[in-house]
C-alpha cells in the first residue's frame, strides 16, 4: 500500500487504530462502523504487536491469525463504502525486535507502523515510558535512576536506530516521550539538546520513503499533538509527507483531533 499516495488523494484517512486485540476498548467491528459512519475512505488498523518482553498492552502472537482474519472479514464487509487496511504498530525493542525483523517482513499487511514505547534503562531492562506520568514518575525514580535527560535520550536514541533498521512505513508520535517528560520538567523541549535531537529524527527521515504521522490522541485531553506542533515547520520545510491519524482507542475517537491538525497544518503552509 502506498501510504503518500493515500495522503496525495484524500484526507479522509485514519491510519492508526487500536481495538481489543491490544489495549483499544471497542472491538474492531464497532470500530469499523464508526470509521465507517465518519465518511473515511481509508482506515487501518494497527494493533500494538507482538513483544518479546512482558506487556499487557501488546497482542499475543498467537492470536495473529484470529486478527488477521477479522481485520480481512471487515475489509469485504464495508468494500464498498471504505478500504480496510491491514497493519501493526510495531515496537522497537533493539536489534532483536523491531519492524526490521522478519516475523513482522513476512506478514501479510498492507503498511508497517514502527513506534517507541520502551526505554532501556541504565541496566538495560527495557521499561515502557507511554502510558500514565504516576507510572512513569515511579519508572524514573526507580528504573532510570531520577535521571530525566538519560530517558528522553535513549527514547530519542531508539527511534533512530528502528529508523536505520528501517522496515516500515509510518513512523508514530516521534516525541510522544515529551508527554511525560514535559510533566517532569515543564521546560524540557526548550532546551538545546533536546531540539538537537528532534532535528536529528527529522534529518534521519528527510529524503526517505517513511511517512511521518501527526498523532492527535491527546489533543481533547492535553491540547498537544505528537510530534508537537512546534516541530511541524521544520518537517514541512524538510519535505516529508505527514499523516494524520487519531490513534483511536475507542470508535467514539476516530476522529479525535483530526480537523484542528489539519487546520494547523493549513495555517503553518501558507506561512
Known amino acids: 500500500m502506498n501510504i503518500q499516495g493515500i495522503l496525495l488523494k484524500t484526507e479522509k484517512y485514519n491510519l492508526h487504530a487500536h481495538s481489543q486485540f491490544c489495549d483499544g476498548?471497542?472491538?474492531?467491528?464497532?470500530?469499523?462502523?464508526?470509521?465507517?459512519?465518519?465518511?473515511?475512505?481509508?482506515?487501518?488498523?494497527?494493533?500494538?504487536?507482538?513483544?518479546?518482553?512482558?506487556?499487557?498492552?501488546?497482542?499475543?502472537?498467537?492470536?495473529?491469525?484470529?486478527?488477521?482474519?477479522?481485520?480481512?472479514?471487515?475489509?469485504?464487509?464495508?468494500?464498498?463504502?471504505?478500504?480496510?487496511?491491514?497493519?501493526?504498530?510495531i515496537d522497537y525493542i533493539g536489534d532483536e525486535w523491531g519492524p526490521h525483523?522478519?516475523?513482522?517482513?513476512?506478514?501479510?499487511?498492507?503498511f508497517r507502523l514502527g513506534s517507541v514505547h520502551f526505554v532501556p534503562?541504565?541496566?538495560g531492562v527495557f521499561l515502557d515510558c507511554d502510558g500514565r506520568y504516576e507510572r512513569f514518575a515511579q519508572y524514573l525514580k526507580q528504573g532510570f535512576r531520577d535521571d530525566l535527560r538519560y530517558?528522553?535520550?535513549?527514547?530519542?536514541?531508539?527511534?533512530?536506530?528502528?529508523?536505520?533498521?528501517?522496515?516500515?512505513d509510518l513512523l508514530g508520535h516521534f516525541d510522544k516521550i515529551a508527554g511525560n517528560a514535559v510533566q517532569a520538567d515543564p521546560e524540557i523541549e526548550d532546551q538545546g539538546w533536546y531540539k538537537a535531537l528532534v532535528d536529528d529524527v527529522i534529518s534521519h527521515v528527510k529524503g526517505t520513503d517513511v511517512v511521518m504521522e501527526i498523532n492527535t490522541k491527546a489533543y481533547a485531553d492535553k491540547s498537544r499533538f505528537f510530534p508537537s506542533d512546534r516541530w511541524w515547520k521544520k518537517i514541512i520545510e524538510a519535505e516529508i509527507p505527514l499523516a494524520v491519524d487519531s490513534d483511536a482507542h475507542y470508535a467514539s475517537k476516530?476522529?479525535?483531533?483530526?480537523?484542528?491538525?489539519?487546520a494547523r497544518l493549513r495555517e503553518l503552509k501558507k506561512q
Open 151 to 168: 530517558v528522553v535520550e535513549k527514547y530519542f536514541e531508539q527511534v533512530l536506530m528502528m529508523l536505520e533498521r528501517g522496515g516500515f
Open 25 to 89: 476498548r471497542d472491538s474492531m467491528s464497532d470500530i469499523a462502523k464508526a470509521g465507517v459512519d465518519a465518511g473515511f475512505e481509508y482506515f487501518a488498523f494497527t494493533p500494538h504487536s507482538p513483544v518479546n518482553i512482558d506487556s499487557p498492552c501488546n497482542m499475543k502472537s498467537s492470536r495473529m491469525g484470529e486478527y488477521l482474519e477479522e481485520s480481512s472479514r471487515l475489509r469485504d464487509l464495508y468494500s464498498s463504502d471504505m478500504k480496510i487496511l491491514t497493519s501493526l504498530e
Open 101 to 110: 525483523v522478519d516475523y513482522f517482513q513476512r506478514l501479510p499487511l498492507d
Open 121 to 123: 534503562n541504565q541496566d
Open 254 to 262: 476516530v476522529t479525535a483531533g483530526r480537523d484542528e491538525a489539519f
